[in-house]
């Protein structure tokens, strides 16, 4: 009875995954997602911690001439944002179209330069949200937002109309959603936009 309540609570909260990794990458003055860190390109250590879990469907975003050559993309569904010069925005609309009507409870948001995220991480966000309607749940770390970020479906249609490199943070802000916040660690607030964060996050 027990594994067959627990499958129903998974049934009606059921979140796809969003993976962004479209950025130019301008600050870093190459291509981070590709630069090796604790064994392995950075971007593979999310889609590795991510694939075959629960959360469906999952969805890269890259940019055009992004090469997946050097990655094992598992079970994720890849989408090509050709405009990643327009901002974050423009990445979680090119995943949204993906996902389509596949999305059902809402969306958890992930960026593939964090390679410190935990798959309970977006679990936890999950459980707090629980019934919650028109909101956005995440980590704070010191002040600072981090990452994943929950969506629920109900706030989509207001996601697709972000412009620029505004984030689902923007509805928050604007008072347009509910938010709720767990208290984080450095983890949840960690990416890298400079060379020098590869040598800062190793000696950690």
Known sequence: MQDR??????????????VLAAGLSTRFG????????????????VLDTFCGKRFWPKVL?????FSMSSFSSHDFE???NESPEEGISSSIRK???AIGDRIDSGIIVLLGDMPLLRVEDAEKLVEITGDNKRTV????YESKKGFPTLVTADLIP???????DRGVVQ??????????????EARHTVDFDYSQDFDRTESQ
């Open 158 to 164: 207001l996601v697709e109309e972000l412009e620029g």
């Open 137 to 140: 749940a995440s980590f704070e």
């Open 95 to 97: 995943g949204l179209e």
């Open 5 to 18: 309540l627990s499958e129903n609570q998974t049934a009606e909260r059921h979140y796809s995954l969003l």
């Open 78 to 80: 890849i989408a090509v």
């Open 61 to 65: 975003v890259i940019k055009p001439g």
């Open 171 to 184: 509805l928050v802000k604007e008072g347009l959603s509910n938010y709720l916040v767990l208290p984080g």
């Open 30 to 45: 190459g291509e981070k997602l590709c630069v090796e860190f604790d064994g392995k390109p950075l971007l593979q250590h």
